[in-house]
């Protein structure tokens, strides 16, 4: 199930970015969320993945290039045949050529997070 695929440290980072200058109180207002729910995402507290409609909301508020997609592998809500594409898109060579740029540190996140999704079964 899904839930089983909901990577938390992820989610949260995600939100953090999207964030921006706001806080998460600001950033679930703007989204029309809860904010209690929101920070248990934030703070790595949630169980369980939250839905698409949920993500939907969030997306549609992110700042800093925070996108739909990003949040629904964080959740472990993606779809197998948009991961497993043979071919590297424009976003894909954008996203490796981002990698090379990060430091050792950032890069180990990046790859732990390569791995989470890789190895979803």
């Not at 989610?11 to 921006?20: N, V």
């Not at 507290?45 to 800093?64: D, F």
């Not at 954008?94 to 999704?117: P, V």
């Amino acid at each position: 199930m899904a839930e089983n695929r909901f990577n938390k440290k992820i989610f949260s980072m995600l939100i953090g970015r999207a964030c921006g200058d706001r806080s998460i109180r600001a950033f679930a207002k703007d989204a029309g969320i809860s904010y209690v729910q929101l920070r248990k995402l934030y703070a790595c507290q949630q169980e369980n993945a939250p839905g698409k409609k949920l993500i939907k909301k969030l997306s549609e508020n992110s700042l800093n290039g925070v996108e739909y997609e990003d949040y629904i592998f964080a959740a472990g809500l993606f779809e197998d045949e948009k991961t497993q594409k043979n071919e590297f898109s424009p976003k894909d060579k954008q996203i490796l050529s981002k990698l090379s740029k990060l430091s050792s540190g950032q890069r180990k996140t990046a790859e732990e997070f390569i791995d989470f999704l890789a190895h979803r079964e």
